[in-house]
């Protein structure tokens, strides 16, 4: 089975650039996590999606944050324009319903804005 | 303001000794897990509390759950440097089926051969 799927694993970007990251559930799971994780902040909840439908983005730090899951097989989470601040790793995670509240999470991409 | 505390935040030690970290909290947790994270990697579950009073091994890992649900406990005997990584708490609130989890921000435990 394939688990949670991110790309890309690393990004370097100029600030005021526009950076995309992109998640692949694991098949039948119906919740999907953005999180980003930091050493000063650790691990902080972005948003999340129920059925692709975004439950709470209250995470969100800012306009310039945005996340999308336009069907059951992908979520992206863009940033526009990017700033220095926002360098850290990018998690996805998903679970099931079912599931109690185990989450599985991608590899992380790495984000650094110059 | 963190909800789960972990402590401590950095632990080296060497090969064989034992050692505990601390998870607490000043609010009552559903269930409570531990996952462990490895460089370059997610986090990945250990186990997962329940029942207050509780207690877990996996191998040489003993996990507990405070009596109140509010703490838990993670004790290793003789660490080996596969034990390496970043070990995370996580607290799950709220009732239902949209339940979050609640991060500490982990302990960072390097054992040295």
């Given at each position: 089975d394939a688990g949670v799927i991110q790309s890309p694993r690393h990004e370097v970007t100029e600030m005021g650039q526009e950076v995309t990251l992109r998640c692949k559930p694991i098949s039948g799971h119906d919740y999907l996590f953005w999180y980003r994780q930091t050493m000063m902040r650790g691990l902080e909840l972005l948003i999340y999606f129920n059925n692709n439908v975004p439950?709470?983005?209250?995470?969100?730090?800012?306009?310039?944050f945005s996340a999308k899951?336009?069907?059951?097989s992908f979520s992206t989470l863009k940033i526009?324009?990017?700033?220095?601040?926002?360098s850290a790793v990018y998690f996805c995670a998903t679970r099931t319903s079912?599931?109690?509240v185990t989450q599985y999470f991608g590899p992380g991409t790495r984000l650094t804005v110059l | 303001t963190q909800l789960l505390e972990q402590s401590p935040q950095f632990l080296s030690i060497q090969e064989g000794e034992n050692l505990t970290v601390y998870c607490n909290s000043s609010s009552v947790f559903s269930s409570l897990q531990w996952y462990r994270q490895e460089p370059g990697e997610g986090p990945v579950l250990l186990v997962t509390v329940v029942t207050g009073g509780e207690v877990k091994k996996l191998k040489r890992l003993t996990f507990q759950f405070g009596d109140a649900r509010k703490d838990s406990s993670l004790h290793i005997t003789a660490?080996?440097?596969?034990?390496t990584g970043l070990y995370l708490c996580a607290g799950a609130k709220n009732a239902g089926n949209n339940r979050k989890l609640i991060w500490g921000l982990g302990t960072s435990l390097a054992v040295n051969p």
């Open positions: 439950i709470d983005d209250s995470g969100m730090p800012e306009d310039r899951m336009p069907n059951a526009q324009p990017s700033e220095p601040r926002d079912g599931g109690g | 660490a080996q440097p596969g034990d």
